[in-house]
């Protein structure tokens, strides 16, 4: 997708290490988000950020942190992780969120 | 809380059938709101999307209108083809809620 990457696109880990997914934009935009992605459930979101150093919690934010830095990046951290964070992961940006999100192509978690 | 409910799937159709899915939303206030696409393998893109009531988004053939008095944003196209089989979310930007997603096969 145009303006929008993830890192890395497929990533295996082991049940307690933790795990840092990276989301890059090139349109400036002030918003930045993550979801993930299961079977039953849709999207949920997990954090978002409305500026550099301002986040906020969404409604699956337990066992993972965020930060921002930069306008560009945004990076989503499993201090722990846990099979149950096996999940596909989307990051999505905006530039105001009555004009809805750009998504990333993902990047698929598997915790072993 | 905010929420979203889509028809549960999968949707199977013969090419050129006419498609709705239906979505129903509860929100406060004035919601804008999403139809969102997924194609194997790929991440969500923006299908139309409509800002207030009685708008009608539309794109690629598909339509879909606010209709605030029974809250629902029905996605509609009157001839599928087999490039349309993906996967169809509902979202509206009130606590950035999707839809659980509804898969649409079309066979030729």
């Known amino acids: 997708d145009a303006g929008i990457t993830q890192s890395p696109r497929h990533k295996v880990t082991e049940t307690g290490t933790p795990v840092t997914l990276r989301c890059h934009q090139t349109?400036?935009?002030?918003?930045m988000y993550w979801y993930r992605q299961d079977p039953g459930h849709g999207l949920r979101l997990i954090h978002y950020?409305?500026?550099?150093?301002?986040?906020d919690k969404g409604e699956v934010s337990d066992g993972y942190s965020v930060s921002r830095s930069k306008t560009e990046d945004f990076l989503l951290t499993l201090e722990s992780a846990t099979s149950s964070q096996t999940s596909v992961y989307f990051c999505?940006?905006?530039?105001?969120?009555?004009?809805?999100?750009?998504f990333g192509s993902g990047t698929r978690l598997t915790v072993v | 809380g905010d929420s979203v409910t889509q028809m549960e799937g999968p949707v199977t159709l013969s090419e050129e059938a006419f498609l709705t899915i239906n979505c129903t939303y509860t929100?406060?206030?004035?919601?804008?709101l999403f139809w969102y696409v997924q194609y194997p393998g790929e991440g969500l893109q923006l299908l139309l999307k409509?800002?207030?009531?009685?708008d009608k988004g539309s794109n690629k053939g598909f339509e879909a209108t606010y209709r605030k008095e029974t809250t629902s944003f029905h996605l509609e196209k009157g001839s599928v083809q087999v490039s349309d089989s993906a996967v169809y979310f509902c979202?509206?930007?009130?606590?950035?809620?999707f839809g659980a997603g509804t898969r649409l096969t079309v066979k030729p």
């Open positions: 999505a940006i905006s530039d105001r969120v009555e004009n809805g999100y750009t």
């Open positions: 349109e400036n935009h002030r918003y």
């Open positions: 950020s409305y500026g550099v150093k301002d986040t």
């Open positions: 929100a406060t206030g004035y919601p804008s």
């Open positions: 409509a800002t207030k009531a009685d």
């Open positions: 979202a509206l930007n009130n606590d950035m809620r």
